[in-house]
């Protein structure tokens, strides 16, 4: 394999990576524009496996979007719906929220990850009761809800700090921050593709902020549009630079663009190989980051499968109701079970690991010869 290594032209990054020395921009770059994707997937195993041998994490989740509305026109959304009452839009009561869990009463789900559009009229007072009651029917589930840019967006209505909104957030019950929000953080493609969300300077402050009150957090990347691959690698040393300075980050998700019903519907979608090395890149680049997640939604069950062999480690959870892929044309289920999930990964010659948001194990693989 060293041989192909060397005729991909990565001979000079495969020695730095040996040497535990830091990938550059162009190091990255190179990475990118290497046309062996199975000599880039082998340099990214080798990571992968020094830090987490066969092991492949995923969680027992459910995923809640109590609203579409969104005053953000995101150029890639099939999701929002801009005003309350256009066709489409809903916004849940807190009680319809609940019931969402309580549904689940007898099922050992360990987080609750909540996204939703960026609501104009809803009272802050309707996220922290969204909270408080998630809290008092399950205060043992972890509760990981609100991008950063939602984050921003209720400082700005509201007339708050963005450390308010978190503190607040966080006395309601918030413990964590998902990594939605991020698309790309190169300006030029944000003002293209998200010109009414936050800029990247704020998204990564209220990571900063989250992580120096003592929540972690996950940051995405939305790949297979617009962007460069220079402008990936700027993306992905950002979210390193963050994670030099707080460590508070658990995951790097790249998410593949689905194109269905939005406004960059022309746009073909990623192919399954150009995942694969983008999940390779980002193991390699982010060398601080202890789990690179390929979300099963977003890639596409077998692909997900293969990405852990290219770099993942993770696969995100059972998730349960999922809506912002399956209105961009994800033909994936809309759940799967734990059971499932275990059987994929060892079908994919990998290790199942039920952990918690936190990755505390909370199942190990020898589960499976129990049940079997
Ligand atoms: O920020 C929206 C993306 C994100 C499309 O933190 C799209 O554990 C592709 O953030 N095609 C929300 N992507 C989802 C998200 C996430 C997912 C899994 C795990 C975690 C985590 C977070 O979904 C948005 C946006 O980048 N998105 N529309 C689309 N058409």
């Known amino acids: 394999m060293l041989d192909r290594v060397e005729r991909a032209g990565l001979r000079e990054i495969a020695a730095k990576v040996d040497a535990g020395e830091r990938l550059s921009f162009d190091d990255g770059v190179r990475l990118f524009a290497c046309r062996d994707a199975l000599a880039l997937g082998w340099l990214a195993n080798r990571e992968r496996e020094r ?10 989740n459910i995923r809640l979007e109590a609203t579409n509305v969104c005053v953000a026109n995101c150029l890639f959304c099939s999701f929002a719906r801009l005003r309350p009452g256009d066709p489409g839009s809903y916004t849940m009561s807190l009680e319809q929220a609940w019931d969402k869990l309580r549904q689940r009463a007898g099922q050992p789900l360990t987080e609750v990850h909540v996204v939703n559009g960026l609501h104009p009229d809803l009272p802050f007072d309707y996220y922290m009761e969204l909270l408080r009651g998630f809290k008092r029917l399950r205060p043992d589930v972890h509760l990981k ?34 990594g939605g929000g991020a698309e790309i953080f190169a300006e030029r493609v944000r003002r293209k593709i998200c010109a009414d969300k936050c800029g990247a300077d704020r998204y990564l402050a209220i990571h900063r902020l ?62 399954a190989v150009e995942t694969l090395r983008v999940l390779a890149v980002s193991r390699l680049m982010l ?28 696969l995100d959870g059972t998730v349960q109701e999922e809506r912002i892929y399956h209105m961009a044309g994800s033909p994936t289920p809309e759940a799967m079970s734990t059971r499932e999930i275990r059987r994929l990964i060892r079908a994919a010659g990998r290790d199942p690991f039920e952990r918690d948001t936190l990755y505390n194990i909370v199942v190990g693989p ?3 010869a129990v049940a079997s």
């Open 287 to 314: 060398d601080n980051v202890p789990h690179i997640k390929a979300f099963w939604i977003a890639t596409g069950v077998e692909t997900a499968q293969l990405a852990l062999w290219f770099g993942a480690d993770d």
């Open 145 to 178: 809800c609100f991008t950063a840019v939602e984050i921003a967006f209720f400082a700005d209505l509201y007339g708050k700090t963005d450390a308010q909104v978190l503190g607040e957030l966080q006395s309601a019950g918030l413990d964590s921050l998902p």
């Open 366 to 368: 020898e589960a499976d």
């Open 210 to 271: 989250a992580h120096g009150l003592g929540m972690r957090s996950n940051v995405t990347m939305l790949y297979g549009h617009i962007e460069t691959s220079e402008e990936r690698i700027d993306h992905m040393l950002r979210t390193r630079a963050l994670q030099d300075e707080t460590g508070g980050l658990q995951a790097f998700i790249p998410l593949a663009f689905h194109p269905d019903n939005n406004q960059m519907r022309k746009l073909p979608a990623p192919s």
């Open 51 to 60: 830090r987490h041998g066969t092991r492949t994490y995923y969680n027992f």
